[in-house]
T-cell receptor
Framework: NAGVTQTPKFQVLKTGQSMTLQCAQDMNHNSMYWYRQDPGMGLRLIYY???????DKGEVPNGYNVSRLNKREFSLRLESAAPSQTSVYFCASIVGGKYGYTFGSGTRLTVV | AQRVTQPEKLLSVFKGAPVELKCNYS??????LFWYVQYSRQRLQLLLR??SRESIKGFTADLNKGETSFHLKKPFAQEEDSAMYYCALSSGGSNYKLTFGKGTLLTVNP
């Protein structure tokens, strides 16, 4: 049972390059989320998808776009990477509040 | 706006000592509160939620609405408790968005 799978695990980008972070869950969860984790800042919500076909901005959406491709997959795209986007990115999903989030293992992104 | 405050970035205790990780929140409605834990090189995982009033790995947390707090406690810390702990608040509804605190790194010394 894979849970939430994120790819890649590590990535180095040059400023201005683009990339897509992939996230897939096999638990038939409705809601999916992208957070970034920065030292001293905790986790901040970038975008979320409450259900298939919907996406909404979170606390720090600037510089990112998302796609809820189907119920399983929720991707995060950086169109023109900036050093301020150096972070660890976590994808999460949830079936209901009672059970809490299931997190992926994270993607460590460095923008130089 | 909702906010979660974890006043201690770092907390260091000795094995067998009691530990309390503080969490205060700001929210005008009826909150749902959680503690998440991240062990070294592992993914974040749910530790406990206030609604279940359970004890997980010896940890408990009580919601105090008067003090707007949800402190995490354990009477006797173990070395394997060393981890980053995050308090999180959900405003409810159907989107289950969580607002996280900045985290407390707990180190339990032998």
């Amino acid at each position: 049972n894979a849970g939430v799978t994120q790819t890649p695990k590590f990535q180095v980008l040059k400023t201005g390059q683009s990339m897509t972070l992939q996230c897939a869950q096999d638990m038939n969860h409705n809601s999916m989320y992208w957070y970034r984790q920065d030292p001293g800042m905790g986790l901040r919500l970038i975008y979320y998808s409450a259900s298939e076909g919907t996406t909404d901005k979170g606390e720090v959406p600037n510089g990112y776009n998302v796609s809820r491709l189907n119920k399983r997959e929720f991707s995060l795209r950086l169109e023109s990477a900036a050093p301020s986007q150096t972070s660890v990115y976590f994808c999460a999903s949830i079936v209901g509040g009672k059970y809490g989030y299931t997190f992926g293992s994270g993607t460590r992104l460095t923008v130089v | 706006a909702q906010r979660v405050t974890q006043p201690e970035k770092l907390l260091s205790v000795f094995k067998g000592a009691p530990v309390e990780l503080k969490c205060n929140y700001s929210y005008s409605g009826s909150p749902e509160l959680f503690w998440y834990v991240q062990y070294s090189r592992q993914r974040l995982q749910l530790l406990l939620r206030h609604i279940s009033r359970e004890s997980i790995k010896g940890f408990t947390a009580d919601l105090n609405k008067g003090e707007t707090s949800f402190h995490l406690k354990k009477p006797f810390a173990q070395e394997e408790d060393s981890a980053m702990y995050y308090c999180a608040l959900s405003s409810g509804g159907s989107n289950y968005k969580l607002t996280f605190g900045k985290g407390t790194l707990l180190t339990v010394n032998p």
